[in-house]
């Protein structure tokens, strides 16, 4: 008797086994399969094209910079254009590292500020529903129509205004009102069932322990996010017309500085050019490389309501 029970059982698992493998299994052919790798490879191909190209243009000699057709990967690679680029900024009248120092404070402290901002303002529209928050809301996905160089004549007004031109809060205030971050973060948000909030209220949570313990938590996605597009905006942006002073200018700044100089030929830095483009977008890549994964998933989740 147990003998045939234990033969009933696995005959049992063995069927729910081909039951689950049946379901899985999608509902094309292989060659559907290999046209849809194909297709991936294609476009994977297109996208890394240029990543690819900067790459290999950093480490390229002069004569294979301007060597007609033009080739992807370079053939004999040095590391010259990284010495002249720092040769150029050491005779800079402030110092390579000074620069370094303003790009990292501003985007740190706009990337910190803008998290915060975004995601308190976003709970509270999200969860609760005062007068003005469906307005306020469609206001955010308004501001996501305009570009920035829109919005730069009474940006300069406002800043103007309060005093803040030729200082580090010139780029770093307007950067805590970016109105992606907060529309992908209210998305995230609304995916939260508000029963868990309520719960929380009547174990005598308060809003701060909410908010900071519940929420955010559970968004982290949403927050890297955010996060990687509030750094690439503030790494890559060189803001000439709201910071002058020598010492509180940002890294793409000088960098541009250096290619655009009248005294020396274009052509002649071209390979520090390269070198300078690469060192500018290294740090927004491996952001995206580290948090790709919460990136897809805040995207795959940004539509979906409880």
């Known amino acids: 008797m147990v003998k045939a029970i234990r033969q009933g059982n696995r005959t049992a698992v063995k069927r729910r086994a081909r039951i689950s493998r049946a379901v899985r299994k999608p509902n094309r052919s292989i060659g559907g399969d290999i046209f849809i790798w194909f297709l991936l490879i294609i476009f994977g191909a297109f996208f890394a094209f240029p990543l690819v190209f900067a790459i290999n243009n950093a480490f390229k000699p002069l004569n294979e910079l301007f060597i007609w057709p033009p080739r992807l990967f370079v053939i004999n690679p040095t590391m010259g254009n990284f010495q002249d680029l720092f040769i150029l900024m050491s005779r800079s009248w402030v110092t390579f590292s000074r620069y370094?120092?303003?790009?990292?404070?501003?985007?740190?402290?706009?990337?910190?500020?803008?998290?915060?901002?975004?995601?308190?303002?976003?709970?509270?529209?999200?969860?609760?529903?005062?007068?003005?928050?469906?307005?306020?809301?469609?206001?955010?996905?308004?501001?996501?129509?305009?570009?920035?160089?829109?919005?730069a004549i009474p940006n300069f007004l406002i800043i103007a205004s309060l005093?803040?031109?030729?200082?580090?809060?010139?780029?770093?205030?307007?950067?805590f009102a970016m109105?992606?971050?907060?529309?992908?973060?209210?998305?995230?948000?609304?995916?939260?069932?508000?029963?868990?909030?309520?719960?929380?209220?009547?174990?005598g949570a308060s809003e701060w322990t909410i908010y900071s313990r519940i929420i955010m938590p559970l968004v982290k996605p949403a927050m890297?996010?955010?996060?990687?597009?509030?750094?690439?905006?503030?790494?890559?942006?060189?803001?000439a017309n709201l910071i002058y002073t020598e010492q509180l200018k940002t890294l793409p700044f000088a960098?541009?500085?250096?290619?655009?100089?009248?005294?020396?030929?274009?052509?002649?830095?071209?390979?520090?050019?390269?070198?300078?483009?690469l060192i500018m977008i290294i740090v927004p890549i491996l952001l995206f490389i580290v948090a790709q994964s919460n990136i897809l998933k805040t995207m795959a989740n940004s539509g979906i309501k409880e």
Do not use: C
Request: aromatic residues 14%; charged residues 5%.
């Open 224 to 239: 890297l996010t955010a996060m990687i597009f509030s750094v690439q905006a503030l790494w890559n942006n060189p803001q």
């Open 179 to 203: 109105p992606l971050g907060f529309f992908l973060l209210k998305q995230f948000i609304d995916t939260v069932p508000m029963s868990l909030v309520e719960s929380a209220k009547i174990d």
């Open 255 to 277: 960098l541009g500085q250096i290619m655009g100089s009248p005294h020396v030929p274009n052509i002649a830095r071209a390979g520090t050019g390269a070198a300078a483009t």
């Open 100 to 151: 370094i120092f303003n790009t990292v404070f501003i985007t740190a402290v706009g990337t910190v500020g803008h998290l915060m901002v975004a995601s308190m303002g976003a709970y509270a529209i999200s969860k609760y529903n005062f007068p003005g928050s469906k307005f306020f809301f469609g206001l955010v996905i308004t501001t996501l129509m305009f570009s920035g160089f829109v919005t």
């Open 163 to 175: 005093g803040w031109i030729d200082t580090y809060w010139a780029i770093i205030i307007p950067a």
